[in-house]
């Protein structure tokens, strides 16, 4: 149960990320913002080029420098990188249809995002790819006592399976037993000891993601509350006019919002593909979606809700199946979690629009 | 040509079934003023409902399974207006659009994952042929005929609901679509006026479902996907929100246009997925009104003539 | 319908005018099962180059079906209607094999599919359906044999409840399992899904023996990444859906044995398969999977049909040939007078170690 409870939560975080993108432009202009998915998507391929092409993780730094850096810059890339298309997006999209009906600007939402998935479907191809996982070095043993197969060696600088950098001068490649011929060859090279590198735990990719969004939380809230540019966001979502009227120059506001929900989401999405193991252009439709209504069910318009909403959803898309399964013996009942999403958001709907955290608004006739 | 000609009545096949969807949709999004991003659901609903229905046909003859199935595609959708349009009256906008896709969706996975004995379940189900036996010989006259089953289709749900905009019930929907709190001052029931729309609109889109389930011969859940809404949405964004003439202008443009580019190299036809929304944005940021705008083909006429007169 | 001719005769119109022998070929060359469709084309293009040199010319026309059933049944309309062809070979996942076939049967096309197993396939697509690879009764059969032979009782079937492949060779798997005295639980995922921590937990605490996973790559290989050590270094056995080339990447690090029943082994000591898998490496620059061996060995069968019809753009003509081929090739004999038109063929089990490597040879259920 604890597993369960715990896979829950950790999916809750991500979708906490994206929901507070969601939360912050609708509580600003009043749109949801259908591309948001797409943000988080285009974050996570940054972050998967930048992982696998730039190979920060092989240079020649004092272990576990390489690999943290590696994942900071594939994270800021992400995150910038999202950011920038949300205000793109913005200027190009939805300013023209920010007067118009809620209708016409809820369909261009929607068009957004078909045309940046399928976009993506053009560049990058349809089909999933691996995701870079984090990997460390775990010292095997020395050079002499060791036998085993599936080994690297290592000198001074890392290396990789069958590559030759500059300065290193024979690699145990996957699968070779290192025989006597083989660990006089390494010895003569240099080489001690023997490493292996393998992925890190799950145990720290979740707690990453966790960490993470208690690092972000705080510094959101700090952004809003605190600082000017927060103060200007709260005020154009409380009322525009009247913001305009204060000398406030919406636009940039509207665009910093933007970029906020977009930096956030950039994060979540290399969480969640590297959690997952995979990233593809139609990574961000679902998690976008469910992302979406952790929103509305923690409150849409207000942070802590979103955060909320997405612990809380999460964790019910992992304890309602269980619970159902062990109570009335439904076996399939993990299936229907995305059904269980949908209903809980229609529940919600119909019962307390406003969410968990939202605040009653009352309709002006 | 054989071919070209199974072609082009395939792809008026297609057109009657979207324009019934879109006017359907068109009732309910552009008469009565309720967002909604479910329709695929009720699509789905009235397809399986006909397969079910068919299935249960035993030896009763070919046409009366086939009419019976509609009606019963018709009653299922109808039922699946009717629950979700109540929980849902109370909801307006943005709010409404989504818990209506959320609705779409459910009704999707549901069947994705329902037993594979009992309606196929992912692994789609074959619709048996009730009305004729289709061999390569017959291909086209199978065609034709469910062509003008089709085109009747289509005439009498065009004409019922011009009709039914035209009388008191349709005006009275009107009015709550404008302005709901003046609407129930007036004494109009807004409820009912709505809940009456999205049980004709799901009951419509619950027979062009039928009609698709028997032509296509197999369904699969994943042919009612929310890409399909979205497509519905543009053909009446493209026609005119409030129009029904647009309706089926609007199918005939986006099936015609899907079904040529799906002829075209690889290379072009690709870039649909991507050209279909973007006309959609550009459509409703520039001229939300489509083609007709609330005016049908006879408006349209008329004003021509007498500009040229 | 004049001017809508008029304005779209733009685009052209084949299948007009022009009357040879057109082969259709339907393989998901992007999507989910990308990798299955480029093989399966690689194998075709060696195919028919080998044939060009013997003086045989096919005219192929490729489709991609985007590893989504609802386009392939299009793609087979398109194919049927538009670029008139003769006979189609495709597609990979029995899901869209047995759209393609329905529509193929209701026009009166033959269809060979290289690599589709499930067993329903050529009874629903009627004579002129047929396929050159083992069905899944034979595969189902295979890996739970396998796994009684290593003693492994207690089981688990992880299946993917929206591929009709996976479900059916879950059903076989379980027929012979527990007739050979093993249980089997079963845990169900959607192909799509990323998602897999609950799966696997509910594996996990089960406790088993082996896994056996009947769905594709894809998913397959990230639930295995994702699963980590909670499944303890479980033995996992695998269907032919799992030989990809991206399964090793996918799998990344993992201490569990890894085995799966295929087609083809590139290194199998057989000396035809190692002529071929020397001229697809020299060519493609990786070695061959099944699907490519499965993609030369269908253009084959269906040139050694063509051979021995009189008129081959005569589909029932064509189709009875194809019904009476005996054709060794080489992914082994492929034998198509049997009743249900699925070959009686060997199967090999293949191990997952840094790539992916021939282990034995189960001889075909005689």
């Known amino acids: 149960m604890l597993d369960y409870l715990l896979n829950g939560l950790a999916l809750g975080a991500i979708f906490a990320f994206i929901a507070l993108g969601y939360t912050m432009v609708y509580g600003i202009i009043k749109l949801i913002n259908f591309a948001h998915g797409e943000f988080f998507m285009f974050g996570a391929f940054l972050g998967f080029f930048v992982l696998r092409d730039l190979g920060i993780d092989r240079l020649p730094l004092p272990q576990p420098l390489p690999i943290l850096l590696s994942y900071l810059v594939a994270l800021s890339a992400a995150s910038l990188g999202a950011g920038t298309l949300a205000v793109v997006t913005e200027r190009v999209a939805y300013r023209p249809v920010r007067r118009a009906s809620r209708i016409a600007a809820l369909i261009t939402a929607v068009c957004v995002s078909l045309i940046l998935q399928n976009l993506a479907v053009k560049a990058w191809g349809a089909a999933p790819r691996a995701y870079p996982q984090p990997r460390e070095w775990t010292d095997v043993g020395a050079l002499d006592g060791t036998a085993e197969a599936n080994l690297y060696a290592l000198t001074r600088f890392e290396t990789t399976d069958g590559t030759v950098t500059e300065n290193e001068v024979r690699v145990v490649a996957a699968g070779e037993p290192i025989d006597d011929a083989m660990r006089e060859r390494l010895r003569a090279a240099g080489h001690e000891r023997v490493y292996r590198q393998v992925q890190v735990g799950r145990g720290w990719t979740r707690g990453f993601v966790l960490l993470a969004l208690a690092l972000w939380a705080p510094v959101l809230w700090f952004l809003v509350k605190r600082t000017r540019m927060g103060k200007a966001m709260r005020a154009v979502s409380g009322d525009t006019d009247a913001a305009r009227l204060m000398g406030i120059d919406i636009n940039r506001v509207i665009a910093w919002t933007f970029f906020l929900g977009a930096f956030v989401a950039g994060v979540g999405g290399v969480a969640y593909c590297v959690s997952y193991g995979k990233v593809e252009p139609l990574t961000g439709f679902l998690p976008g979606m469910k992302a979406f209504i952790a929103a509305v069910i923690g409150g849409i318009g207000s942070i802590p809700g979103a955060i909320v909403g997405g612990l809380v959803l999460g964790t019910a898309e992992s304890l309602i199946p269980y619970a159902l399964r062990e109570g009335l013996g439904w076996e399939a009942a993990f299936a229907w979690k995305d059904a269980i999403a949908f209903a809980l958001l229609i529940v919600i709907l119909v019962f307390k629009p406003t969410g968990i955290l939202g605040k009653a608004v009352r309709e002006k006739v | ?309 | 319908m004049k001017l809508g001719s008029l304005l779209f005769g733009l685009v052209p119109l084949a299948g007009c005018g022009e009357d040879h022998f057109k082969v259709g070929i339907i393989l998901p060359m992007t999507g989910n099962n990308a990798t299955f469709g480029e093989e399966s084309w690689n194998g075709l293009q060696l195919a028919l180059d080998d044939l060009k040199a013997q003086g045989v010319e096919f005219d192929l026309k490729l489709k991609d079906e985007k590893s989504d059933p609802q386009t392939a049944n299009v793609q087979t309309k398109t194919l049927i209607e538009n670029e008139g062809v003769h006979v189609i070979l495709g597609s990979v996942a029995s899901s869209s094999t047995l759209l393609i076939m329905l529509v193929a049967k209701e026009a009166g096309i033959p269809v060979i599919t290289p690599a589709s197993t499930n067993d329903t396939l050529t009874e629903k697509g009627g004579p002129l359906a047929s396929r050159i690879c083992f069905n899944d009764t034979f595969q189902g059969a295979v890996l739970a044999n396998f796994a009684l032979n290593e003693g492994w009782k207690r089981g688990v079937a992880v299946v993917d409840q929206a591929q009709v492949y996976s479900t059916g060779l879950a059903e076989n798997i379980r027929k012979v399992f527990e007739a050979g005295g093993g249980t089997l639980a079963v845990e169900y995922y959607s192909s799509g899904d990323t998602d897999f921590a609950n799966t696997i937990q509910n594996v996990a605490n089960q406790r088993p023996q082996v896994i056996f996973f009947s769905g594709y790559y894809p998913e397959g290989g990230v639930m295995i990444r994702q699963a980590g050590d909670k499944w303890k270094g479980v033995p996992l056995v695998g269907g032919d859906g799992f030989d990809s080339p991206e399964l090793p990447k996918l799998v990344g690090d993992t201490n569990a044995a890894i085995f799966l029943s295929s087609h083809f082994a590139a290194d199998a000591p057989d000396p035809m398969v190692q002529d071929f898998a020397k001229r697809y490496e020299k060519r493609f620059g990786a070695p061959p999977g099944a699907m490519a061996g499965l993609g030369y060995d269908v253009l084959m069968v269906l040139a050694d049909a063509v051979k021995r019809c009189k008129d081959p753009k005569d589909p029932e003509a064509l189709g009875k040939a194809i019904a009476a081929t005996k054709y060794k090739g080489i992914t082994g004999l492929m034998d198509l007078t049997t009743p249900d038109r699925t070959p009686m063929k060997d199967a090999v089990i293949v191990r997952v170690e840094g790539g992916l490597k021939f282990h034995c040879v189960v001889p075909a259920a005689k």
């Open chain 2, 1 to 309: 040509m054989s071919s070209e000609l199974l072609f082009w009545l395939n792809l008026l096949v297609g057109v009657g079934i979207y324009t019934l969807l879109a006017a359907s949709l068109n009732l309910i999004n552009g008469s009565a003023g309720m967002f909604h991003l479910g329709h695929h659901g009720f699509w789905a609903l009235g397809a399986y409902g006909a397969t079910w229905m068919t299935l249960q046909g035993g030896s009763l003859s070919g046409p009366v399974v086939y009419v019976s199935s509609l009606i019963f595609a018709m009653a299922i959708a109808a039922l699946g207006g009717l629950s979700i349009g109540i929980p849902c009256l109370r909801l307006r906008g943005d709010y409404l659009a989504i818990a209506t896709l959320g609705f779409g969706e459910i009704v999707r996975i549901a069947v994705q994952n329902s037993p594979h004995d009992f309606l196929g379940g992912s692994l789609g189900i074959q619709v048996p042929r009730v009305l004729m036996k289709v061999t390569p010989k017959t291909l086209v006259a199978f065609r034709v005929l469910t062509l003008s089953i089709v085109a009747v289709a289509c005439a009498a749900a065009i004409v019922t609901f011009r009709n039914y905009l035209r009388s008191m019930p349709g005006r009275r929907l009107l009015a709550v679509a404008q302005d709901e709190t003046a609407a129930g001052l007036l004494g109009i029931n807004p409820t009912r006026s709505k809940v009456l729309a999205f049980v004709m609109g799901s009951a419509v889109a619950g027979l062009a479902g039928g009609l698709y389930a028997h032509y296509m011969g197999g369904i699969n859940p994943l042919n009612f996907n929310f890409m399909e809404m979205v497509k519905i949405f543009l053909i009446i964004v493209l026609g005119g929100m409030g129009s029904l003439s647009g309706c089926a202008v609007g199918a005939f443009l986006v099936v015609a246009t899907e079904q040529l580019l799906n002829r075209a190299p690889e290379a072009i036809a690709s870039w649909w997925q991507v050209l279909f929304p973007l006309i959609l944005a550009i459509m409703i940021i520039f001229r939300p009104q489509g083609i007709f705008g609330r005016r049908e083909i006879r408006d349209v006429w008329r004003s021509w003539r007498r500009r040229t007169a």
